[in-house]
């Protein structure tokens, strides 16, 4: 990376006042807010600043003290909260919420409509459409570190759509999770699960199906009969 200084990259974003960090080859959409200290299209190691592009779409929410570096593509109504930090070679669709102090490594594909919560972190993972992951979840991606290999082996997890992930979750490198599956909160899943799957444990186990599960309090006449237009 390039000796030169950084600070002439300052600059203030017009509609919230704050000064942050604009480096160049950086194509911000419409409609984009960015909060103080935020670094945005910051180089990655080995690459001159300006090399790599940066591409964010309209309405994004950029929140204080969020580094988001070159060689990422993000999709429109893009949402962080406080602290957030995505390595390169990230791409995310549409309306994707990453909360505070959320870890993105490299390579992570994201569809539209994810939740990503606060204080995960993933590497080389792979979120369908209308995944929702809770707090403290992490996605791991090498199986013996520090292997020089780990992309090649086994790679991400892979989160297929409309599924669930309880807080404080553990998906080891490789893991898929089927369609429309719930993981409940302290899991460690070593193995797939399959579609429509409620898994709990460490290991987790397959204990039921999402579609046959009860709302407790009796609020619905079963859980996630908001998505029943999702087939599902």
């Known amino acids: 990376m390039s000796s030169e200084s950084h600070a002439q990259y300052e600059t203030t974003d017009p509609v919230t006042g704050c000064r942050f960090f604009l480096y160049p080859n950086v194509k911000l959409g419409k409609n984009v807010r960015i909060y103080q200290n935020c670094m945005i299209g910051f180089p990655p190691r080995g690459k001159e600043i300006g090399e790599l592009e940066l591409v964010i779409g309209d309405n994004a929410v950029i929140r204080p003290n969020t580094s988001i570096y070159a060689g990422n593509r993000i999709g429109d109504n893009f949402e962080t909260g406080h602290n957030v930090m995505m390595r390169e070679g990230n791409v995310l669709g549409n309306n994707c919420i990453l909360g505070t102090q959320v870890v993105l490594e490299c390579n992570n594909r994201f569809g539209e409509n994810i939740i990503f919560h606060t204080l995960s972190c993933a590497g080389n993972a792979t979120l369908k459409d209308n995944v929702f992951v809770g707090p403290h979840v992490i996605m791991l991606?090498?199986?013996?570190?520090?292997?020089?290999?780990?992309?090649?082996?086994?790679?991400?997890?892979v989160v297929d759509e409309w599924s669930r992930i309880g807080g404080n979750v553990t998906l080891l490198p490789g893991v898929k999770i089927g369609r429309n599956c719930l993981i409940g909160g302290g899991s460690s899943v070593v193995r797939d699960i399959p579609d429509h799957s409620v898994a709990v444990g460490n290991p987790a186990k397959v204990l039921g199906d999402v579609r046959e599960q009860e709302c407790y309090p009796g609020f619905y006449e079963k859980p996630y009969v908001w998505l029943d237009g999702a087939n599902l």
């Open 141 to 157: 991606d090498d199986p013996h570190p520090k292997c020089p290999k780990y992309i090649e082996c086994k790679g991400g997890a």
